[in-house]
């Protein structure tokens, strides 16, 4: 009995044709490849299901590195008294001496629904061996299961934690970095403010393909007044349909007035922030077919309006999630951009 060989998926198959000319050719090649494979995006799945099995649901360059050498568990408690897991990675002595270092806080992504302190292990532990700093990793509390804005006084609190922890931690309380990637990078954006205003200091933020107004309030992707969001909204890295399924955790139709009176405006759209002033160093990098990219480079203009120093990159033919294809070049350059940022940044040598 024969069988019929499966139909060859190209790529004019899938990518709308203004689409297909912008990306890199090995993004279009990793497209096709998960394509063929059948492989669903986490977004076709109820919540429900994806929290009874995260592993199952982990994408590929997650990796748990509990009881790595120099790697430990921590806990900081937020605002309202509830338990926040970080991850702590300190440097090797041998090569970067006894401290006390510098510090990075990481914010992974994810929509604000999904991700944990595996989704970006493998880039704290090139911050950590790259750039001779301490990174610690925090596992802000995600929608649905918490009201969005919980993230930001999560960070907030691990912030203020590692400051106050300086001497146990072998760090220097005055030479802090934050930064994140997509929700991550919006949780930063507000931080620099916050820290800003509370007076404390920080050498550097990291905002990565940062979502800087209210996209998931949109009832639809036209509501932009990017060009970016509106020409890569029906791309196969970070759809409409995607970034709607994270608005519908984050911000339930019945609850969104409710919702909307609970922090400030900027908080939800930090482009809507009124002071611009006095805020910390920034680098802010974008991808060329994001439909972040626009409003991401938007916040930088921004920033130099309010007479900041500012650094923006946009990585040309990269998608939203380029920083984690360990097989794109383009991954590689941003861990290389990042190391020398924090060195830069830390005074390191």
Known sequence: MSTQ???????EDVFEPHLLEKYDPEVVKYVLKTRAAGV????????????ADPAKF???????????????DGEVTSEDGAPVPIKIYHPDPAQFGEGPYGLHLNFHGGGFVL??????????????????????????RHCPEAVW???????????????????SLKIHPDSISIGGISAGAQISLVLQHLARDAGVPLKLCLATVPPTTEGLLYEDYTESPFASFQEFAHGLILPWERMKFFGEKC??????????KMWPDWWYAPLKSKNWAGLCDTFIRTGECDPLRD?????????VEGGNKVTIKRYIGAPHTFMYFDWFE???????????????????R
């Open 5 to 11: 060989p499966a139909t060859e998926i190209k790529a």
């Open 40 to 51: 669903p995006a986490q977004h076709e799945y109820p919540i429900e299901q994806i929290r």
């Open 58 to 72: 982990a994408p590929p360059w997650s990796r748990d590195v509990t009881g790595w050498e120099r790697v430990v």
């Open 115 to 140: 991700g944990d302190l595996t989704t970006e292990s493998q880039l704290c532990l090139s911050m950590r061996d790259g750039a001779g700093v301490v990174v610690i990793d925090v596992n802000y």
């Open 149 to 167: 804005g919980k993230c930001i006084q999560d960070a907030w609190a691990a912030l203020k934690w590692a400051r106050e922890s300086a001497a």
């Open 251 to 260: 911000f339930p139709r019945d609850r969104r007035k409710e919702l909307r």
């Open 295 to 303: 409003e991401g480079e938007a916040y930088g203009s921004k920033l």
């Open 330 to 348: 383009k991954k590689h350059e941003y861990d290389a951009d990042t190391i020398v940022a924090l060195k830069q940044a830390h005074g390191i």
